[in-house]
């Protein structure tokens, strides 16, 4: 048999141009098209021990549905599929695919590895705008448990373990305190990145796989975990993220024209302000911004800024290029559009005029000195180094911890320092019977797939609780 002719590189990803996508708010990624898909598709060795399967958080079978793309089964490559993810459309445009399964295939060790997250895009995509009617038949849900599972939070976590816990034959119950379901996946990723529209589609599948949805349901303010457990459900799974946003505390803060980057994002995202004034949303946006940090979340916040008209976007961060948290995509497509990046800078003041609006943000130089207690080398500011930034908003981007509200309003939850709940890893099994916990609410801020993962674990973890007769926890 002749030896399979490998291409080294991956085919590229069509998209917008820089100059045309600046300008507008439509999707940057256009998605690859039959052809491309089922020649990329084509690049996998299907490999006996595929272990690009290891590195997907919610397992799911890699070689499997790329060999249907290849061979043009597209259903059935989309039926393969979700037998693990119940979001793929969403997973294909946000998941670190770089650094979980692109990393663990066979191909990355001489060449570039096959576009797993383009053709997850590509499959999930090709169904997605299906009217119900036309989709093909889900899986029988096996029959009714008669338990009842409430889940707080509609984020990634709560979405698949919402979805899980139905094909087990429980019935569940989402609760979302904002208005939309999707947690960060509709207040914090911008429209560019991944359209309303598909979250809202992925919400509408599970809804027709029988997940009940309630929005605008706070809760710890409309009801509490134990109001919850003692009007019918036998077991809460708690997924409500990370939206507490951090600061600086230097001074000048408090100024008018700072933002958290969670503000900032939830008023162009979720309440459209990027559309005023046909959405009632104003944000007050200035001419020059600095964003403060590195990572997706102050990527999202400056090419935002950039597509609602600045005319300059700063993105200060302490440390090296090398050790920008946010996905390399991010990073280039940030700088393709202009963003300048001022590194081994640290913001120590935020200046204002009289009437305390923002004018301006003096920064230091810093260098990276001795390494720190995690290896990563200190950054350590250079002396006389002080400089100021002419801007008129700044947006910090540095990080947020879990709202205590769930917590404060549970006796029995205990939570770490740094305001999450504790619970064990694998199962997300809290201290209150009952009650189990996933996603950032236990790790901290994460990414998408590693909710979902969390998620997926919580939800074997309370099938199993359930269905204990004994459940001596």
């Known amino acids: 048999m002749a030896r399979k002719e490998i291409i080294p590189k991956k085919h590229a990803m069509p998209c917008q141009t820089p100059a045309e996508r600046v300008k507008n708010f439509a999707e940057v990624a256009l998605g690859y098209s039959e052809q491309t898909a089922m020649a990329e598709a084509a690049r996998c060795l299907q490999c006996k021990r595929p272990t690009c ?3 997907c958080p ?3 079978d890699i070689p499997g549905f790329i060999a249907r793309v290849a061979a043009g089964d ?3 490559a989309a039926q393969r599929l979700k037998e693990k993810n119940l979001l793929p459309s969403i997973c294909g445009r946000v998941c670190p695919q770089e650094d979980q399964c692109e990393a663990r295939c066979t191909l990355s060790k001489k060449f570039e590895p096959v576009g797993i997250g383009r053709l997850e895009r590509f499959v999930a995509d090709t169904q997605l705008w299906l009217e119900p009617a036309a989709l093909p038949p889900e899986p029988p849900l096996p029959p009714a448990s008669g338990f009842k599972v409430a889940v707080v939070g509609s984020g990634p976590a709560g979405l698949t373990a919402a979805g899980d816990l139905v094909r087990l034959g429980h019935r569940v119950t989402v609760f979302e305190a904002l208005h ?10 911008p429209e560019f990145r991944l359209p309303k529209a598909i979250v809202e589609r992925e919400v509408q599948a599970l809804q027709r796989m029988g997940v009940e949805l309630r929005t ?9 975990i134990d109001e919850l457990l003692a009007n019918s459900y036998d077991a809460v799974f708690v997924a409500t993220g990370a939206g507490l946003p951090h600061f600086m505390n230097i001074p000048g803060e408090n100024l008018n024209g700072v933002y958290s980057a969670n503000e900032f994002l939830t008023r162009a995202n979720l309440m459209k302000a990027y559309r005023f004034p046909e959405y009632d949303t104003p944000i007050h946006l200035g001419k020059r911004v600095a964003v403060v940090g590195a990572g997706n979340v102050a990527m999202d916040a400056a090419r935002t800024a950039l597509r609602l008209g600045a005319e300059k976007v700063f993105l200060v961060y302490r440390r090296s290029h090398e050790e920008m948290p946010a996905r390399a995509e991010e990073i280039e497509h940030a700088e393709e559009e202009g963003i300048d990046l001022r590194l081994l800078t640290s913001p120590v003041r935020i200046l204002g005029d009289k009437e305390n609006w923002v004018t301006g943000c003096e920064c230091i130089r810093m260098e990276l000195g001795e390494p720190d207690a995690s290896g990563r080398r200190r950054p350590v500011a250079v002396p006389q180094s002080e400089h100021v930034l002419p801007v008129d908003t700044v947006i910090m981007a540095i990080g947020q911890s879990p709202n205590p509200l769930v917590p404060a309003t549970t006796p029995g939850l205990e939570t770490t320092r740094h305001g999450t709940i504790v619970g064990d890893p694998e199962t997300g099994k809290t201290g209150k019977r009952g009650v189990f916990v996933g996603g950032d609410i236990l790790t ?11 998620g997926r674990k919580s939800a074997r973890a309370i ?5 204990d007769p004994e459940r001596k926890w």
């Open 444 to 454: 901290g801020a994460a990414t998408v797939i590693l909710a979902m993962g969390a």
């Open 216 to 224: 605008n349901f706070v809760i710890g303010k409309t009801e509490t």
């Open 74 to 76: 597209f259903v059935g």
């Open 180 to 189: 939309k379901a999707g947690g960060v996946l509709v207040y914090g990723i």
């Open 53 to 55: 399967v290891d590195g």
């Open 463 to 467: 099938d199993v609780w359930l269905r």
């Open 58 to 60: 919610v397992e799911v």
